[in-house]
């Protein structure tokens, strides 16, 4: 600092933060902005004159989108709401005995399991949907769901087992010493503080089932529960290099990227209390 008591390291190091956060806040914002601005313009405005405001907006791609989308967005608030709850039924007690109880194998079971997640799970398609169709659950809502969970269950055994780790022990015994049973104090003490951790992967599990695209795809057919990010993938032409209907495109992926959106906004102090733990 000089004699004037002016900076100017300082004044060039908040310059330059200011700089990069704006270009930051830009390179996300222009992207959206000009997704939003296409899906209101007219196909012939948007192939002879594309620009970031339409001259004569309209609703036809919204309109014809939701429409496209109505029903598959359905399955898709099915799937994923499915697969998080089956997730959270089956890795919250998990994740609690790796976390809190001794038993033989502990360490082993829960390195076995956790080594589910480098598996590319792109080679078990054909196996699942060989044992599905035996089953009788291939393309049905209950298929999808039960198959998300060979790589949803790793990662929230993951996730909550080293939450629960980090809850202090001596509140539950603590309940327990007031009249609590060890199940009323898990009830009661510990899933309330765990309520982060388990609302983190419940949204995870939730996206998994939302944004799939290969197992929505490969597990279902034209008719069945196809979710709507397959639909999205019709919209782009389904590889055929047919002309794309980009202001369409564009209305779809805003519809489909909103709920999950609006879900992270509602849940978003849960997940940060989570992950900051």
């Not at 809850?167 to 009323?184: N, R, S």
Request: aromatic share 16%; charged share 10%.
């Amino acid at each position: 600092m000089s004699a004037t008591g002016y900076d100017a390291t300082g004044v060039t190091l908040k310059a330059t933060a200011y700089g990069v956060v704006a270009f930051l806040v830009l390179a996300n914002l222009v992207p959206l902005l000009f997704i939003l601005s296409v899906s209101f313009m007219p196909p012939s405005e948007f192939f002879t004159d594309p620009h970031l405001v339409p001259y004569d907006p309209t609703l036809e791609a919204w309109t014809s989108g939701f429409e496209d989308l109505r029903g598959n967005l359905v399955n898709s608030f099915l799937i994923g709401t499915g697969t998080a709850l089956l997730a959270l039924a089956i890795t919250i007690p998990g994740a609690y005995a790796f976390a809190r109880k001794e038993f033989y194998g502990k360490t082993v079971g829960f390195y076995a399991i956790i080594s589910a997640m480098m598996f590319p799970y792109i080679l078990l398609v054909i196996p699942i949907m060989d044992l599905w169709t035996a089953l009788g659950i291939y393309n049905t809502i209950f298929g999808m769901i039960l198959a998300y969970q060979v790589f949803v269950t790793p990662f929230s055994i993951w996730i909550l087992r080293d939450f629960f780790e980090n809850l202090p022990t001596d509140i539950e015994e603590a309940a327990q010493v007031y009249g609590c049973t060890q199940f009323t104090a898990f009830v009661r003490v510990i899933l309330p503080l765990a309520a982060p951790g388990i609302v983190a992967v419940g949204f995870l599990a939730f996206l998994t089932g939302w944004n799939d695209f290969l197992f929505a795809n490969l597990l279902t057919t034209g008719t069945g529960p196809v979710p709507a990010v397959p639909v999205l993938y019709g919209t782009i032409g389904g590889g055929s290099g047919e002309r794309v209907y980009w202001g369409k495109l564009m209305a779809e992926t805003i519809i489909i990227g909103t709920p999950p959106t609006i879900i992270y906004l509602v849940a978003r102090n849960y997940l940060e209390s989570a992950f900051n733990v």
